[in-house]
């Protein structure tokens, strides 16, 4: 089958909203292609000498019904998401937006194969490198990571992850999520200079609470700002109520970070206020594309940053247009990996080891969600933009930059 596909194991011209910035030269050059396909055609054929019979050929081997057939000029790409379970519905997003990105630049050089990792990412990554796949795309949740690494290490096959836990990166590892300490980071420097100067926070209990506050302690620190009360809180209503109480009983802060979804700020956020200093309430980037954030009149006035949302709103009109259904916010993290892989094509020979050098350029990688790029450690480093809750609506208070400026 000619041209890319996006295909599942268990399962024209460039988007718009990217203006062609960072996708010159991803589709194939249909001129190349023809001679080659002429080239192909003419070694196969043979001049046979006059009144010397040829022998018939040998029958083709039929290729095993589990296997996929060889790609010649295509790169062979593995997408690992849950399809089946309780994220079944976010994974399936991801992947309808790897195929969006396939289709809207014409990429012919690129096979995806869906993998469901439901029934173990382990085996999920051990048929996918069976497969002939030289790049996986994928797992979704960071527990997951460390399994389809000790699959993919000794195949050489690199991973660019979905999590947004930064732990899990080793060296072929990359971790592409939203990284929860560099969004903290950034409300923290804009509360800063913007009057800020104690901060306290909310943290909830687990692996995501542990790691935003070691982020909001070295931000505080960072920024030049003092530490104020710090109150951890069992993810419940009546918990994080007391914990809000707790801190607004101990005092002497004028900003507070709550370390979570729009639903439990909203109901923490009404203890927090009501003195008699104002207090400027901080989120994280859970906080973006969250419907409780701006329906809440509580969340008035409140700060967080996350990546750009200006074309995820186009991104989703389209989405909906193909598959009748809005996208999970993470969806973009699918479609953004398709557009980095097809940069990295350029110098990449199907069939050969994906040259992870590659994903060190200083200069970065345009997406949907802006500029991107990773560090020496593997992990994504994102432009973020911050955004103030108002009456209905969430507006951007300070833009993301366009572009790395080191």
């Known amino acids: 089958m000619n041209g890319a596909m996006n295909t599942k194991q268990g399962a024209g011209a460039h988007p718009a909203w990217l203006n062609g910035r960072g996708l010159n030269g991803l589709g194939l050059n249909r001129r190349k292609l023809v001679v080659m396909g002429a080239v192909a055609l003419l070694a196969g054929c043979k001049v046979i000498p006059a009144g010397v019979p040829e022998a018939p050929p040998p029958a083709p081997e039929k290729p095993a019904a589990d296997i996929l057939p060889a790609d010649q000029m295509r790169h062979r790409v593995a997408l690992l998401v849950p399809l089946s379970g309780m994220n079944a519905a976010v994974g399936q997003s991801i992947a309808n937006a790897t195929t969006m990105a396939l289709l809207d630049t014409n990429a012919a050089n690129l096979r995806i194969t869906t993998y469901d990792t439901s029934s173990g990412p382990s085996a999920a990554a051990t048929r996918a490198i069976a497969d002939g796949n030289k790049l996986i795309l994928g797992p979704l949740m960071g527990d997951e990571v460390a399994a389809v690494a000790q699959v993919a290490r000794p195949a050489r096959v690199p991973i660019i992850s979905f999590s947004n836990n930064a732990e899990v990166a080793t060296p072929g590892t990359f971790v592409m999520g939203s990284i929860p300490a560099q969004s903290i980071a950034r409300t923290v420097r804009y509360a800063r200079a913007h009057g800020a100067n ?29 530490l104020g009360p710090v109150e951890s ?96 916010r993470l969806a973009t993290m699918g479609y953004d990996a398709v557009l980095l892989t097809l940069r990295v094509a350029r110098d990449w020979k199907p069939g050969s080891t994906f040259p992870t050098g590659r994903l060190g350029d200083r200069g970065g990688f345009l997406g949907l969600d802006g500029p991107f790029r990773f560090t020496d450690g593997g992990l994504v480093e994102r432009a973020f933009e911050v955004s103030e809750v108002r009456a209905g609506s969430v507006a951007v208070v300070s833009p993301a930059p366009g572009k790395f400026q080191d």
């Open 198 to 226: 104690r901060f306290a926070a909310l943290i909830p209990d687990g692996e995501y609470g542990e790691r935003a506050a070691a982020a909001f302690r070295t931000a505080v620190a960072e920024s030049g700002g003092a």
């Open 233 to 328: 809180y069992a993810r419940g209503n009546t918990s994080v109520v007391s914990a809000a109480r707790r801190v607004k009983a101990a005092g002497g802060f004028d900003a507070v970070l709550i370390a979570d979804g729009g639903r439990i700020a909203a109901l923490a956020a009404p203890a927090l206020k009501g003195g008699k200093a104002p207090v400027r309430l901080l989120g994280t980037e859970l906080w973006s594309g969250d419907a409780a954030v701006a329906g809440s009149a509580a969340l008035s006035g409140a700060w967080f940053a996350a990546v750009a949302d200006s074309r995820f709103r186009q991104f989703s009109e389209s989405y909906k247009t193909r598959f009748g259904a809005q996208p999970y």
